[in-house]
Each structure stands twice: as structure tokens, then as C-alpha cells.
T-cell receptor, first 114, second 115 residues
Framework: QQKVQQSPESLTVSEGAMASLNCTFS??????FRWYRQHSGKGLEVLVS????GEKEEGRFTAHLNRASLHVSLHIREPQPSDSAVYLC??????????????FGKGTKLSVKS | GPKVLQIPSHQIIDMGQMVTLNCDPV?????FYWYKQILGQQMEFLVN????????KSKLFKDQFSVERPDGSYFTLKIQPTALEDSAVYFC?????????????FGEGSRLIVV
């Protein structure tokens, strides 16, 4: 079964400085990778979904996928205090469709200080 | 954007009793999911559901768990009887299809406390 590790567990950045979050996975059985954000007491908000090696940008959020190194990262450009939340990495297996069954990491708690 | 609504947001229940968690998915969605998140741990897949049937379930989906969506109403997760280890936040999700990462929407969760 796919195992997902996120680092760091928590991260504090200043407003406007780049924030970088990491996610490593245990094997190559996943097809689709995505980053979610969860504000305290709220549901999950999808930020970026990426299928292919390389980079995908959605507004201030950029995901980088490198399957060979079993690594996907999220970079947040010009973070604001409203970006303070838990960021979750998730992936789905090749079979069953990319929404069918997600495996999540434990999350990185991001705090953005003004 | 599209919203998935979950009712109740919080529930405290005595061990051994039955609980039903309700999910109102996005109106035109066809696939429905439940995930479980124990405090301090990662969110874990329980079950997915399509066309009135469970398509896939994990080992966390015990025999005491059941799901249904009668006549297009709420998509429900029922636990009968409840156990202490069922205490968690349960997240419902829905999607239009199985393959587009941006059409999967989550609710805000139902926090269940079993005492």
C-alpha cells in the first residue's frame, strides 16, 4: 500500500516569502497527485492536481512532480496570512480512476506571519 | 464553488448506539465517498459509491458500517453499533466522474465522539 510522507510537519514563513512543502511516496503505483488545503474546521480545498512529471501552476500555487525520485512538492508564491492552513498531499492509484481512492499524507501546518 | 454539506457537524453518542451521518453532495455528481480522520492522523479512505452500489471499500470499512443513497436523497454513512475507535471526523466527498482531480469536492466533516 502506498505510503505518503510530508515534510516539514510545520512551517512558518513571512508574508511574501516563498513557501515550499514536500511530499514523498513509497512506490510508483500512483497516477494522479494533488495538493489540498484545509483551514481549521473546514473542508478540503483542492489547489493543484498533476498527472505528469514536471510543473503545474494554478495561480500562486505550483506543484512539481518527479516520479523517479518519488517526490511531489508545492510552492506557494507570495503567501498571505489567509494561506495559513494545513496542506495535504494526496495521490490515487492507476486503477479505478483518479478520484476513486486517495491516499493522504498527514499534512504540513503552514503559518504565514504578517 | 460547489458545496458538499454534512449533517451533523458534531455528534456525541454512547458506545453501542447507532449513528447516521448525512451528506448532501453536489447536485449533479454521481460518485460519492467517505473518509475517516482520527485526531492527529492522516485522512483515510473508507468507501466509494456509484449507481447505488459500493464500488470499493477499505479494511477500515467494518461490517458495522453501511452506506446508501435512497432515491437521490442524502448519501449516508451508518454505524451500528458504534465503538470507541469510531471516534473521528468523517468527511464526505462527491465527484462528477472518476478521473478529473478538480471535480472532487469535500464537505467540512462530521465530528463523531463515541463515549
Amino acid at each position: 500500500q502506498q505510503k505518503v510522507q510530508q515534510s516539514p510537519e510545520s512551517l512558518t514563513v513571512s508574508e511574501g516569502a516563498m513557501a515550499s512543502l514536500n511530499c514523498t511516496f513509497s512506490d510508483g503505483t500512483s497516477d494522479n497527485f494533488r495538493w489540498y488545503r484545509q483551514h481549521s474546521g473546514k473542508g478540503l480545498e483542492v489547489l493543484v492536481s498533476i498527472f505528469s512529471d514536471g510543473e503545474k501552476e494554478e495561480g500562486r500555487f505550483t506543484a512539481h512532480l518527479n516520479r523517479a525520485s518519488l517526490h511531489v512538492s508545492l510552492h506557494i508564491r507570495e503567501p498571505q496570512p489567509s494561506d495559513s492552513a494545513v496542506y495535504l498531499c494526496a495521490m490515487s492509484p492507476y486503477s479505478g480512476g483518479s478520484n476513486a481512492k486517495l491516499t493522504f499524507g498527514k499534512g504540513t501546518k503552514l503559518s504565514v506571519k504578517s | 464553488g460547489p458545496k458538499v454539506l454534512q449533517i451533523p457537524s458534531h455528534q456525541i453518542i454512547d458506545m453501542g448506539q447507532m449513528v447516521t451521518l448525512n451528506c448532501d453532495p453536489v447536485s449533479n455528481h454521481l460518485y460519492f465517498y467517505w473518509y475517516k480522520q482520527i485526531l492527529g492522523q492522516q485522512m483515510e479512505f473508507l468507501v466509494n459509491f456509484y449507481n447505488g452500489k459500493v464500488m470499493e471499500k477499505s479494511k477500515l470499512f467494518k461490517d458495522q458500517f453501511s452506506v446508501e443513497r435512497p432515491d437521490g436523497s442524502y448519501f449516508t454513512l451508518k454505524i451500528q453499533p458504534t465503538a470507541l475507535e469510531d471516534s473521528a471526523v468523517y468527511f464526505c466527498a462527491s465527484s462528477l466522474d472518476r478521473n478529473s482531480g478538480n471535480t472532487l469536492y469535500f464537505g467540512e466533516g462530521s465530528r463523531l465522539i463515541v463515549v
